[in-house]
């Protein structure tokens, strides 16, 4: 089966850096792109950042410049490097993959666990 596994969250003061990774694996035919979210309690599940697999790169206004996103592994593995890191960034960050699936090669997406991350000020 298809599975999205975080890491690399956890508790940093204002002004720091963190970097998420997500690993993909599972029967892939190909993958559209891959991208993170997050989601603090009570509230929605924002976007944050998308990477296609042309390597276009999409971002939120509230994180176009101190945050980016790439690609390594063959496509499979998407990073999120986080600078100047602000304590309204704290939430749980959900990494998402758009694919085909090997089997159907219908399109789908899936999402890891999440990562928590936590600014302090």
């Known amino acids: 089966q298809v599975q999205l596994v975080e890491s690399g969250g956890g508790l940093v003061q204002a002004g720091g850096s963190l970097r998420l990774s997500c690993v993909l694996s599972g029967p892939i035919f190909s993958i559209n792109g891959m991208g993170w979210y997050r989601q603090v309690p009570g509230k929605q599940r924002d976007f944050v950042a998308f990477i296609t697999s042309g390597g276009s790169t999409g971002y939120a206004d509230s994180v176009k410049g101190r945050f980016t996103i790439s690609r390594d592994n063959g496509d499979r593995t998407v990073y999120l490097q986080m600078n100047s890191l602000k304590p309204e960034d704290t939430a749980v960050y959900y990494c998402?993959?758009?694919?085909?699936?090997?089997?159907?090669?219908?399109?789908?997406?899936?999402w890891g666990q999440g990562t928590q991350v936590t600014v302090s000020s």
């Open positions: 998402k993959a758009d694919y085909k699936n090997l089997w159907t090669k219908t399109t789908t997406s899936s």
